[in-house]
């Protein structure tokens, strides 16, 4: 077997895949890591979506394996350490995704201060409710982004042309750095700095040991009276309890989630009956041309590997060292 495909995937870019090499489909594989390790032992490479959970143990009965290919930057779903140990290439297409989530943040933004689904909700109603659709201008207001990658910056440059002030909180960002002087903004020491100034909280940060929950209720409690957060990254930098007990609370303005802690949510938990809350399926990548460059660029990567060449997008070494 060449290619594993443990998820629903169908695009031109994967049925070239299958005119090439042994591909095997199975997209409900993912539910079933018993069933999913038997498939690994005899898997070359694998190409995942972001309901695969390719753990330490799963690689280790996985002899085979020279490369992942996964869909999307978000990389919690893969054991990277493990998979480097065992020489495995880990390929991720970095850059495919990151204008489509920069404009849906500055879209769930807009929207959030603008009011627009309860405009639409109200006016499809029959009701002209302009008093309580009031709302607020970007310009001349503070924007802290919280992660200055690739996205991040992406959303600075867009965020400018409303005439937002930036802050950024990266701790892996050096105040020297090209990309930070180029966006004008003013680089903080700690999450707490970049939360007191803003009126609007953007976060673009991987999901890790450090960043797990780290908007909780003393992120949240930090932030002004009436500020907005986006979360376009993944749901689980945020706690999700502290969030709904600030906006309950009336001390946050509102929120806009594209990602969640558990998706889909088994659980109706509070913010569906907010009508300062936009809820989105997890739309951050879900365009036409995100998703063309995210398969073209792991279908090509794959077939690089798979013909004894070095992959071009990889996260941790280009070739497979087993």
Not at 251 to 262: C, E, K, T, Y
Request: aromatic share 4%.
């Amino acid at each position: 077997m060449d290619i594993l495909i443990s998820e629903e995937l169908a695009t031109a870019a994967v049925d070239r895949l299958t005119e090439k090499f042994v591909v095997v489909r199975d997209g409900s594989l993912w539910k079933d890591p018993a069933h999913l390790g038997r498939a690994l032992g005899d898997a070359r490479t694998i190409m995942i979506r972001n309901q695969t959970q390719l753990t330490a143990d799963l690689l280790a009965a996985a002899p085979k394996l020279i490369g992942i290919g996964r869909l999307g930057v978000g990389l919690d779903n893969i054991d990277v350490q493990a998979a480097s140990r065992l020489g495995i290439v880990v390929i991720a297409p970095l850059d495919a995704n990151a204008t489509s989530v920069a404009e849906l943040t500055i879209g769930l933004l807009l929207a959030l201060v603008r009011k627009i689904p309860r405009a639409d909700r109200s006016t499809k109603a029959g009701d002209w409710d302009r008093k309580g659709c009031m709302g607020v201008e970007l310009a001349d207001k503070t924007l802290a982004i919280c992660g200055f990658g690739r996205i991040g910056r992406l959303v600075a440059a867009r965020a400018r042309a409303f005439g937002l002030r930036l802050v950024i909180f990266d701790p892996f960002m050096k105040a020297d750095s090209p990309a930070l002087l180029e966006s004008g903004a003013t680089l903080t020491k700690t999450l707490q700095e970049a939360l007191i100034e803003a009126d609007f909280v953007t976060t673009h940060s991987p999901l890790t040991a450090e960043t797990h929950q780290m908007f909780n209720a003393q992120s949240f409690g930090a932030m002004k009276a009436g500020a907005f957060f986006i979360n376009t990254s993944r749901g689980g930098v945020v706690d999700e309890a502290a969030l709904l007990d600030a906006l309950g609370r009336g001390h946050l303005g509102g929120a806009a989630l594209d990602v969640r802690q558990i998706e889909p949510p088994t659980l109706r938990v509070g913010f569906e009956n907010l009508d300062n809350v936009i809820l989105t399926p997890h739309l951050g990548a879900a365009t036409i041309e995100a998703q063309t460059r995210t398969f073209e660029t792991v279908a090509t990567d794959l077939d690089r590997l798979l013909s004894g060449k070095p992959a071009v997008n990889y996260v941790n070494f280009a070739s497979p060292r087993r």
